[in-house]
């Protein structure tokens, strides 16, 4: 098998004995990506020459015995994370030739973990969508079917490890923006709990919602990459101080006596049938590891989609009203006098599913509306979050579909916003609740497309979301594919 297929843990073993090298590594990674990368478009920016020097320091590293967490290992980065010296564009026109001054704290973390960065991926604009296609620099396509979409928001992230064009990546969450592409590509994609996670540097869409986390191949790479990226940081304001264990101690635990939920309010009409018998396969799959399977309520998921794109444009339309065109990014010409500047370089550099989120969110914000809008869909996500905390005095871990079809066809959601935003039906709960969630996969279509599926556990308990997905995953031992790029 080519390296650029392999697993972190695989490399590891073969970085430690010699038998492969980071540069050796490196070039594979980018001779994929040579191959495939204008077929799929996973990244907005390469990074070849940083990624070459970081490789051969990598590997004077291992020479002298320093190996970090992941030396030597091709990392993509979701361009919505801050990188010093490198442009983070978020997909927009409007950060086009933005360059940071500055590292995000996971850039950080990967940094001191020894990782190779091969560059940043495509992704939604601002992260608003779920599919990649409302970037500035073009869709990225799915690697299982280049006539459909990745997911998103993170979808050149999902595909870029699908596509075997990294080892693994970095994805943000607001509304499962890491889970769906990772269940519409064939990876795994975890979410931690809200403040798990340090936001520093992460450009921000809806702040109380946001939420850095890794792709990877298999779960225990998932481990491997949340043992580098969890952990309190002072410097942002929602990071939470609390013990983070090795998460690989972990993996290959039994969940016998363990209780599953599967909440009544998530298997609804319209979930595409081949979706619904890859979850019942996975339930029994989830039984037969020694699991009891017991029927929960959330009774409020129902409010989850409407409540959910009331806060996040509404937080979106705070937080992007920096982007004006006075202090960096793009600004319009020909302006006249301050205010015209303002309104064109905001209509030249949004796209229209950002105005549009911007619009809904000043809307609801707006005198006469908050009560009625923003402070109602707060009291509503306090009651999802209750739902949650009552779920899990009932059970261990709950088990939903991650996304309710398969990929989509791309351009056939783009002039429906609501039934592109129906995508994220299943996993927006998690992100009002602060919860952590995973998407393991679970099967194919009939087709050959991915279907992915969601685990849920309580706030700061990855470890017992990495325990079930790993027993899962090596119970379910679903047929190892790869795309036919």
Avoid at 279 to 301: D, F, K, N, W, Y
């Amino acid at each position: 098998m080519e390296l650029h297929a392999l697993t972190i843990h695989e490399l590891q073993e073969k970085m430690k004995s010699g038998a492969v090298s980071s540069a050796e590594l490196t070039r594979s990674v980018f001779s994929q990506i040579d191959k495939v990368e204008d077929k799929v478009h996973s990244f907005i920016r390469l990074m070849r020459e940083e990624a070459m020097e970081q490789a051969v320091r990598a590997d004077e590293q291992i020479r002298q015995g320093d190996i970090r967490a992941l030396t030597g290992i091709p990392i993509a980065l979701k361009d919505i994370v801050c990188t010093r010296g490198i442009p983070t564009t978020c997909g927009s026109r409007i950060l086009q030739n933005f360059v940071p001054p500055y590292n995000a704290t996971v850039v950080e973390k990967l940094v001191q973990a020894g990782a190779v960065f091969v560059g940043k991926a495509n992704m939604d604009e601002f992260a608003m969508g779920s599919s990649t296609e409302t970037s500035f620099f073009g869709p990225t396509r799915n690697p299982w079917d280049l006539e459909r979409i990745p997911g998103g928001s993170s979808g050149g992230s999902a595909a870029a490890v699908a596509a075997d064009e990294c080892i693994a990546s970095i994805g943000s969450d607001t509304g499962g923006s890491i889970r769906q592409p990772a269940a519409l590509c064939g990876v795994v994609g975890l979410k931690p709990t809200y403040g798990r996670v340090s936001r520093f540097g992460l450009v921000a869409f809806a702040s109380s919602l946001d939420q850095i986390g890794p792709f990877t191949k298999d779960v225990e790479d998932c481990a491997i990459m949340m043992n580098v990226l969890a952990g309190y940081d002072p410097r942002e304001s929602t990071s939470v101080r609390a013990e983070v264990p090795d998460y690989r101690q972990f993996l290959g635990r039994d969940i016998q006596g363990w209780k599953i939920g599967i909440p009544r309010e998530y298997f609804i009409e319209g979930i595409d049938p081949e979706v619904s018998a890859a979850i019942a396969r996975a339930i029994e799959t989830v039984r037969q590891c020694g699991a009891s399977i017991v029927e929960i309520s959330l009774p409020h998921t129902k409010y989850c989609v409407a409540v959910y794109y009331i806060i996040a444009p509404a937080e979106a339309s705070s937080n992007l009203a920096r982007y004006d065109g006075v202090r960096y990014g793009f600004r319009a010409a020909d302006a006249r006098d301050l205010a015209e500047m303002y309104s064109k370089t905001r209509r030249q550099g949004f796209g229209p599913e950002v105005k549009r989120r911007i619009m809904i969110g000043t809307y609801a914000l707006s005198a006469g509306y908050y009560d009625a809008y923003y402070g109602k869909a707060s009291q509503v996500r306090a009651l999802i979050r209750r739902d949650f905390d009552e779920a899990f005095a009932q059970c261990d871990a709950i088990l939903t579909p991650t996304s309710p079809t398969p990929a989509f066809k791309l351009g056939e959601k783009t002039d429906d916003p609501l039934q592109m935003y129906l995508s994220d039906v299943f996993t927006i709960s998690a992100n009002l609740a602060g919860i952590p969630g995973i998407s393991v996969p679970c099967g194919f279509s009939a087709s050959g497309l991915p279907i992915g599926v969601q685990f849920l556990t309580g706030h700061f308990e990855e470890g017992k979301l990495l325990q079930i997905a790993s027993a899962y995953e090596k119970s379910a031992a679903v047929e190892k594919r790869r795309p036919a790029l």
